[in-house]
């Protein structure tokens, strides 16, 4: 099986509907009618031991009465009777499965531990399985209609993947009113087995989908949800609508499906750095399926509204502002022809009032002046049905138009019956229309949003800075001392300590453990003193107004130690009090108070946070999220996403804030959560900045053993780039061989080297015919996750520049035991053992992975390849399905 074995999911040959039956209200009933009425060119058979006939065909007892070759099994039957169903399917080479049968994992414990059966019977059998509790996928391509549902929706190019059978019945019925085609719909239900990522990895590579609508409630799997969609949304566009954003919905999903729903704040901040766009509500996820479906995209955000009347034009602009859109300045061009082709007293401006008398042509003269503009990247067309118009006249000259330029054209054709031929135009030909101005634009931020989240995917920042490194080793033994002490608080000394280590700027503290000590503290860092309770078991020291600011004299020093501790003790008589800690007061002239926060939210992992800091920070609902790892542009983002960014602009006499230095400081943060799993959450406040410095004066950071089973990077959603895996060695030659994970920088270089191989070794290595890599292959190949699959290639450095010599890699088969590898070296630098270092390498890092097996499949006429896996240690067997391709594996 391969990453892509759900394939028969959508293209089987042969059906087994267990539970089918003639009655109309049953599931089984259902889902064979569909597939007998539809035009689905495949086999289908009816298996149920109650029935001699069904829909007057043969119905079988099971699969041994049957005895013919099954794709997909579809299984209607009873919750208790399903795992039985699969080991038959095991027995037969059943690949494929769809559970439609509800009962598992939404009824509490018990349904939890059917569950647990029904998937260990999947991966027993080597089946992969849809569902439970699932209303099944449609493919109208193929003419299939497994589900269990009446409609088989028109074929297009847009695929709706849910966790709700409701929802893909009412997307399905909007879709054909709206003349919206569909490529495929998945009703992924509890999602056991069968998740977002494997069905994502499937559309990824599917011609007949251009764009992909999501709607999402619960995940089980972060980084293999996190893994697949970053993949799928850098070839086409992906919408995704979450359910479950409030306490009510939460309790709901969890007695639906049983997943798990995660926090809705970070869950938007996943998909801006997956780079696809999440919308509110249906409503909005229909409007993206019109925008996006049409496969026009937005190159910038500066759009022309055209009106024939202002107010409609006003509500567009206002909210336009609101979303963040740029009303485009018409050039000295545009303005030009407009004034010649519309009435003197046109608007002069954008929007561009045409009057309410405009006729079709000029609406067409306005369009046409528009879409020609360098300085306009999409056009937002209203008509209002005034006495003077006509509706469908005007909608056709909109639709040539649009034919003879790609930028996107949404329309507005306001009102009921007198537009409501004209808005049947627009579908015919796939024009998005709304019916109100403030939709259209909002459908017109989603292109801005896709544009705008495009930019967040194609970042691939590492983990480690090649300037000032962290001691990572250091920070460790802290925590770990902390740790075996029973402790999971860092004492201030011992967290600006780890800040410390991983060069974070800090405000130096030093402990007392008595008056005349804090006075010698105050003594050696010098006047004014922050003065600052010191106990292992208090998380905020506000609880016992445990910080006195601005101590300035000895007097003071002393006094502010006696009335910080006896305060503690006698607020918290609970918790251990080792003294105070004492700093220098950090000036307020020109700074800024800020807060950089770490949590882990509960599906996701590691989340970091900024904005405000002080005393009020949660009250002040002004924070951007960030998914590490981090790099310039991403923190870049993060910071000018807060209301507080504005205040670290230079005013009057006060200079502005050193966002270098701030920014730095984040990509720290983010690479302290890289490297220190045991990190369970942090908060540095305040951090203090002026236009010099940026120093994090308080610190509270809380700790705890990581999971014994937890890979490297296993807490994170999102993979780092793996510096570790880079390799120096000498070859044969004496040229330097550098072998190290392959980047999406390397895209060029990869397709350079591709169109330098052989016609032979290029048909060896893809056993295919091709010139070069496709931009899709191109994309899969060079942007990976470094979890599930792991791609390492081998330079030579020349003059400055790098050049490809060889390429390994592997991808995860599904059970996470096994990989399939693949490598292939160039033409002209054989013979020199490139393609045996690439494959050590390659091997250790499964190995590290935990797979236990690779392998491979090698063409009998690459005789060369053949003798490479040899001399590594694999086994070579004969291929029985195909005597052209011999089958190699190893125990890693």
Wanted: charged residues 25%.
């Amino acid at each position: 099986m391969h990453l892509s074995d759900v394939d028969q999911l959508f293209t089987p040959g042969a059906v087994a509907v267990f539970g089918a039956s003639d009655n109309a209200d049953s599931v089984g009933g259902q889902v064979f009618r569909n597939l007998l009425t539809g035009t689905f060119k495949g086999h289908t058979y009816a298996v149920n031991p109650k029935y001699a006939e069904v829909g007057g065909l043969p119905c079988y007892k099971d699969l041994s009465t049957l005895d013919k070759h099954i794709d997909l099994a579809l299984i209607a039957a009873p919750a208790n009777q399903v795992v039985g169903i699969l080991d038959q399917c095991g027995g037969y080479g059943v690949q494929v499965a769809v559970v439609y049968s509800a009962g598992f994992g939404e009824r509490g414990d018990l349904g939890a531990a059917m569950q647990d059966r029904l998937v260990e019977a999947a991966r027993r059998n080597r089946i992969r399985l849809l569902g439970p509790n699932c209303h099944g996928v449609i493919r109208p391509q193929h003419g299939l209609n497994a589900s269990a549902g009446h409609d088989m929706p028109r074929r297009g190019n847009v695929a709706l993947v849910a966790q709700s059978g409701a929802i893909c019945s009412a997307m399905i019925d909007w879709s054909e009113r709206r003349q919206l085609g569909l490529s495929a719909v998945v009703s992924m239900g509890a999602a056991a087995d069968v998740d977002f990522g494997d069905i994502l990895d499937f559309l990824a590579l599917d011609s007949h989908t251009q764009c992909i609508l999501l709607y999402v409630e619960g995940i089980r799997n972060a980084r293999r949800f996190m893994s697949g969609l970053r993949a799928v949304a850098r070839l086409k566009p992906v919408v995704v609508v979450k359910a479950g954003r409030h306490a009510a919905g939460t309790r709901a999903i969890r007695s639906h499906t049983g997943a798990f729903v995660g926090s809705e704040d970070v869950f938007r901040a996943v998909t801006e750095r997956a780079g696809v766009v999440q919308v509110a509500h249906l409503e909005e996820l229909f409007a993206a399926a019109q925008v996006f479906g049409t496969g026009r995209r937005l190159t910038g955000e500066r759009i022309v509204i055209i009106t024939n009347g202002g107010g409609p034009g006003v509500l567009a602009a206002d909210r336009a502002q609101d979303l963040g859109l740029t009303l485009a300045p018409l050039s000295e061009v545009t303005s030009q022809a407009l004034e010649k082709a519309l009435p003197g007293y046109w608007s002069n401006g954008n929007p561009v009032d045409i009057i309410g008398d405009a006729s079709p042509e000029r609406y067409r003269v306005a369009l046409d002046a528009c879409l020609a503009d360098h300085e306009v990247d999409g056009v937002l067309v209203i008509f209002a049905p005034l006495g003077f118009g006509e509706p469908t006249l005007t909608a056709e000259q909109v639709i040539e138009a649009m034919k003879k330029n790609k930028k996107p054209v949404i329309v507005s054709w306001m009102g009921g019956n007198r537009v409501a031929e004209a808005q049947a135009l627009f579908a015919e030909y796939h024009v998005p229309h709304f019916e109100s101005p403030e939709t259209a634009i909002e459908a017109f931020s989603f292109l801005a949003r896709h544009l705008r989240n495009q930019q967040l995917l194609m970042q691939s920042p590492g983990p480690l800075s090649h300037q000032e490194p962290p001691d990572v080793e250091g920070a460790r033994l802290i925590i770990e001392g902390v740790m075996s002490e029973g402790r999971k608080l860092l004492g201030i000394i011992e967290a600006k300590a780890v800040l410390a280590a991983f060069r974070i700027p800090t405000m130096q503290a030093v402990r007392a453990n008595s008056a005349n000590e804090a006075l010698m503290a105050a003594e050696a860092l010098g006047f004014p003193v922050v003065v600052k309770i010191n106990s292992p078991d208090l998380e905020n020291k506000s609880d016992v107004d445990g910080v006195v600011l601005n101590v300035g004299d000895a007097q003071s020093v002393r006094r502010s130690y006696t009335e910080i501790v006896e305060r503690a003790k006698r607020l918290r008589p609970d918790i251990r009090v080792d003294g105070v800690t004492v700093e220098r007061m950090v000036s307020k002239h020109a700074a800024r108070e800020l807060a950089i926060g770490v949590k882990r939210d509960s599906i996701f992992g590691p989340v970091i946070s900024f904005g405000p800091g002080g005393t009020d920070v949660d009250m002040l609902e002004d924070r951007a999220l960030g998914l590490p790892p981090l790099n310039a542009f991403i923190t870049q983002r993060m910071i000018e996403h807060t209301r507080v960014a504005r205040m670290m602009e230079a005013r009057q006499q006060i200079p502005s804030m050193n966002k270098v230095a701030l920014a730095r400081i984040l990509q720290r943060v983010s690479e302290m959560v890289c490297e220190l799993p045991e990190i369970l959450s942090m908060e540095i406040n305040p951090l203090i900045g002026n236009d010099k410095e940026v120093l994090a004066v308080d610190a509270r950071i809380q700790v705890n053993y990581r999971p014994p089973q937890q890979t490297t990077y296993g807490h994170m959603a999102i993979h780092p780039y793996p510096v570790s895996l880079l390799e120096r060695v000498q070859l044969p030659d004496g040229k330097d061989l550098v072998i190290r994970p392959i980047r999406p920088e390397d895209a060029d270089m990869t397709q350079e080297f591709v169109r330098g191989l052989s016609e032979q070794t290029k048909y060896f290595r893809f056993m295919q015919a091709i010139k070069e890599l496709t931009p899709e292959m191109l994309v899969r190949f060079t942007h990976i996750d470094y979890d599930r699959e792991m791609a390492l290639i081998g330079v030579i450095e020349h003059d400055g520049e790098e050049a490809a010599v060889g390429i390994s890699r592997y991808n995860s088969r599904p059970g996470g035991e096994a990989c399939e590898f693949a490598v292939v070296v160039s033409d002209t630098w054989r013979n020199l053992g490139i393609g045996a270092r690439l494959m050590r390498s390659l091997m250790a890092n499964a190995r590290r992975r935990g797979f236990r097996v690779m392998e491979g499949e090698v063409l009998t006429a690459n005789t060369r390849m053949l003798a490479l896996m040899k001399s590594l240690g694999f086994r070579i067997d004969a291929d029985l399905e195909d005597p052209a391709v011999k089958l190699v594996t190893k125990v890693l």
